[in-house]
Structure formats: structure tokens, C-alpha cells
DNA sequence: CTGAAAGCGCTAACAT
DNA sequence: ATGTTAGCGCTTTCAG
């Protein structure tokens, strides 16, 4: 296994010298350099990320913290980091959390990650106190994706926000009677989205002068399957709404599963709205609030780098924007078709 | 920072003792053992892992490299693994190469990989010749998941085999005219399982004294919007099929949706099985050869980590079972219906 | 069962 | 612009 020492005989050169040549740092003839590197190239060298970690106290690695990588959100997220992470040679260690408590444990409890990363990315997730101030402890840069944490750097959508896009939307079309298929507020994991959601629909319902009724809010898990289950309880009960309005888009195509079920034509009988513009959405034809899930990852590892390169950096939360792209499961409530149809 | 010699300290003892106790080898008496460990945990230590891998030449971490983190498959593989590696104290370093030739070439070209991992994880790809070289040259355990590459340790499943599986069920409920929707059998990413599934389609065609028609063989780029086109194209000639075999569950719920596009009831007017057992298809009660997705991901973490501690293992070629399972999309064809209804 | 000492392969002052 | 010299924090002989 060739090593610098190698390259500095060939060159006759000292390894100081081939370290700086090879890492681009001042205070090298470019001739050296152009020497160095060729013959580090031909010699095949390639440097050992244990040796200078433990030299320079940097890995060039970043821990990225996933609640389960199977989700296609999680996942989108996870590739837009890689790419920038690769870009600028930082490797990417992978912890999957997968709903396990141990494997919490392990990433959060254990100081593992302090020898072992330059930087971390959490997604979604909101740690327990606890859990924040070992993060903290690490004192590293820690960057949060999809979740709402004041007083970290963070990125992600403004949730609330969404959520009023989606039920404006609904409301513009006449709808008064609008369900709500969100997901658990509390519970192991600890979003925030799925919270903020369901506040903004509350506020909007208010907001139009509508009652928020219990009953017309359901939980669907986040996943299709629950969404189908959810449709289904909003949609059998004696005074079904007219439109429904899915805090994710998973959710969405579940309530359109189970609309369809139930035999109700979508958007003619029900208005189907989620959030994500998920990659299947186009294809159900599902009117969603599009959010930037593979830039929330980009911009999240963009994030962290520039926190290593200036430690003066002061955290900063990013807001990134959302868009309603109407398609095709969105339209004018049954009875309100007369009046607002042509308008 | 506490480091070794800090617990070496605190216990009175070396630290080539302490690093002995801490790592459970042999030659620490019991006593000695647990003081250490109450010690080490109670001053918050935790090893170096640059330390740790400089001095033994072990990094304790597995490279992954998958085509596509953000395709449900490749995610459960990579969670499979990801639980095997945490449980046995191994980290993840997750390579994406999404589609670019650069990441590739960074990941297989340049020898990056020997000194930063122990073991490596290839999802899927068949690497190209001088790619496979390089691998061999690591000197790195190496499994390949999910692609049939002779040589080389593998786990995945025998895809002909399951493409027989799911062509034996429709042609036993009396199929005759067969369509199939599959994917690339060359390209950038070069998998063997599209060749392997197409070629047990043709297999099935032929023991069955039945034809095969290239008119009937249609790319679904192993998406779902490519699969619906595929079976737009299949299901909009003028002798369609009377059943479609998708060689993935994504693209045959592409193709359940063009049914639906075209008016076409499933399974009375068509019958549609895929490959997968995906988290979606029992939402769309898609009879489909389910296939142990997550278990490859364990299997090939064990494997790796099996030869990383028995040197002189044997690369094996696991395959893994595939099952049928029938749900609600296959049928007897429309005008065998009389006759087998009921038999 | 335990300790002393010599690295592992780099980087980072500090010199020159 | 380049070289010298110390480590970084562990593991691993080799002794005892």
C-alpha cells in the first residue's frame, strides 16, 4: 500500500511538502506540485483518511441521522446531501434510526459521533432535551431538516403555512365542510410538521369562519395505508366533508384509494389535496403543496460545510419556499358546482 | 476530549490494558474488566475511531453503494444492512451514485475505498470489468446484492425463477396471450435482473407451446409513469393481452392504472402480476412474487462481516425464496372464464 | 494478567 | 518554498 512517505522518496521531496501539494495549500512552486501529483497519481497513492484524521482532527465525514430511510421523503433528502457532501469530498455515514429505541440510543447517547464526524444532519426528527444538549455538547455544526427547533440551524418548509395554501385552495373552490388526514402530534419519533399541519388547518378553517370539528380530523400514519384507513372513516361517517385535505401526499393517494372504494368520483363527489409532490403524484394526477424535499438536502449539507469552513457562522433557519400545483383531484364542491362553475 | 490514557489513569493501569478490557480480548482478569468498563463509561469515554483504524488497520465501517438511495428497493436493502452493521458496532458509509458518471468513477476509479472501509456493499449494479478488478484489488470482502455475477459473492434471487413463477400462475388460470412490461436488459447502470426476468418470461412462453411476440414486450423503465405507458402501448393494440406480467410492482401498478385509463376492469377484463411484494402493493391488491427485499440487505451484511472475521471463507451465492402471493389483480382471461370458473 | 515501547500514516508548527 | 520534528490516540508486539 503506497503511502506518502512513497511519493516524497519519488519526489525526493519531504511528506510535508507532498501533504501540502496534494491538499491545494499555499507555499508550493506550482512545478512541485505538478510533480507531486503526477506522481501520485502514477503510484497510485490515495491517503489514508485515518492517519490524517487523527493528525488534523478532521474526518471529512458527516453523520446524516434518518428516522427510517425506506420513506421516500427521507430518502430524497438523504440523496440531495450525498450529492453535495461528494461534491466538496465529505464521505456520508448513515444512521437509520427505523422506529428501533436502541439505535437512538446508540447515535444520540453515546458520544459516538464526536471522534467520528465533522458535522451532523438530523432529519425531521425533534430530539429530546436531552438528546439536544449532547448534540450540542459535540460541538460540532448540527443542522435539523423538517423540523422546527428555534435556536438551530435548521431547514425546512414553512408547514403552517403549507397547510393554509392547501385549505385556501379548497376554500376558493366552496368547500365548507374540509377534512383533515394528518398524523400523529406526539409519539416516539417527535415531528413537528405533522403539528404545524394541523395548525394551519385549524387556523384557516377559522379563518374562513368555519367550526373546526373533531370528527372531521383523522389520523393516517403517514403512510398510504393509514390514509386509506382515515378516507375511510371521514368519508362513512352520515355527514361526509365534501374535500379532504392530507398532510402528506402518501396520505392523499390512500384517501383516493379509499374514495374510490367507497364508489365517490374524485374530484366530482370529493376534493383531494396532500403536501409533498411526492414522485407519485403526477402520476395519480393529485393536487398537492410541492415542497423542495432533494434541496432541503442540499442546501442542509451547504449548510453544515459552510459552518466548518467559517465557525464564526451563525446558525441560520431556512425557510424554503412551497408551491400549490393544482392537477386533477381538486375542484368546486357537488352543490356548489352550479354557482361556482365558470366563474 | 477523554481519552484512553485518562482511563488508564483513573484505574492505575496501562493503556494497552484498558484498550484490551474495553474491546474484550482475552487475558484481562474479570475484575480488572469491569472496573475498567465502569471507568471508561462513567469519565464519558469513547475511542478514536481515526486512532482506532490507524493503529489496527481496521475501520469498523462498510461501504454501500447504491444506484438510487431514493427507490424504495434499494432503501429497505440498505436498511437490512444498516441493522446488521449497527448491531455488530460497523457504520454505514452510503455511496449514491444516482445516475452520475462522476460519483461512479469517484467511488470505483479512484482507490478511495480501500483505506476508509473494511468491507464493501455493492446494490444491484453489475459493475464493468475494470470496475470489478478494482474491487478484487481492494482486497475487501465485497458482496454484490441483487445482480447475478458469477465469482463473486452475491445475494439476491434467482429472477428467472420468479418470473417463471408469476408467468406459471397466469398461464394456469388460463392465459394465452401474455404481455410483458419490463426495463433496460444494457444501460449506464447495468443490472442483470431485467435480462434474468425477461428471459424467464420468454422461458414460460415457450414450455407453454405459447409464442413470444417482441409486439408484446414493452419497456416500463422500472418506474411507475414508464410502466403505465408501457401498458398503455401493450393494452392499446389491436390484439392486446390478456394479461401483463411487470417485471417490478412499481410498473405494474403503472399498468393498472392505464387499465383503468382505458376502461379496462382488472382482473375481468386483465389480469396484472408484478415482481416485489413493494410496501404498495397490497394497498392495490396487486398479486405480485414477493421477494425478501430487507432480508438481502441483512444476508449480504452478515456475509461481508462473516468473511471479515473467517478470512478464509468462501464467497457464497445466497439466493434467497420468492413467493407467490395472490391478491386481487389476476384472473381467469375473459373468454376462458366460462370454462375455468369454478373448476 | 499486565506494562513498556514502538509504531500506524499522516498533519502542523516551527525552522530555515 | 521546503524541511524537521513532534505528535494525533490508539493497538500491538514483546517482556515480565
Known sequence: MTGIKDVAREVEMSTAT?????????????????????????????????????????????AVIVPFVTRWFFAAVVQGAEEV??????DLLL??????????????????????????????????EEELQRLRRL??????????????????????????????????LGHRRIGYVGGATEGVLDFTAPTARLAGYRDSLLAAGLVSEPGLEANGEFTFAGGMRAGRELLERADPPTAIFAASDEMAIGVLRAARELDLQVPDDLS??????????????????????????????????????????????????????????????????????GR
Do not use: C
Open 18 to 62: 507532498v501533504s501540502r501539494a496534494l491538499r491545494g495549500l499555499p507555499g508550493v512552486s506550482e512545478e512541485t506540485r505538478t510533480r507531486v501529483q503526477e506522481t501520485a497519481r502514477r503510484l497510485g497513492y490515495v491517503p489514508s483518511p485515518s492517519a490524517a484524521g487523527l493528525a488534523s482532527g478532521q474526518t471529512r465525514t458527516v
Open 85 to 90: 457532501l461528494r461534491e466538496r469530498g465529505y
Open 95 to 128: 444512521y437509520n434510526l427505523a422506529g428501533d429505541p436502541s439505535a437512538r440510543h446508540r447515535v444520540f447517547e453515546t458520544n459516538l459521533l464526536t471522534k467520528r464526524v465533522d458535522a451532523v444532519l438530523v432529519l425531521s426528527l425533534k430530539p429530546s
Open 139 to 172: 460541538g460540532r455544526p448540527v443542522t435539523v431538516v423538517g423540523a422546527d427547533l428555534p435556536g438551530w440551524a435548521t431547514v425546512r418548509i414553512d408547514d403552517r403555512h403549507a397547510a393554509a395554501t392547501a385549505m385556501e385552495h379548497l376554500i376558493d
Open 272 to 341: 383531494v389535496i396532500g403536501i409533498d409532490d411526492h414522485e407519485m403524484a403526477g402520476f395519480f394526477e393529485l393536487t398537492t403543496v410541492a415542497q423542495p424535499v432533494h434541496e432541503q438536502g442540499r442546501v442542509a449539507a451547504q449548510q453544515v460545510l459552510r459552518s466548518l469552513t467559517l465557525p464564526e457562522w451563525e446558525p441560520e433557519q431556512v425557510l424554503l419556499p412551497t408551491r400549490l400545483v393544482v392537477r386533477s383531484t381538486t375542484a368546486p364542491p357537488p352543490t356548489a358546482r352550479g354557482r361556482t362553475r
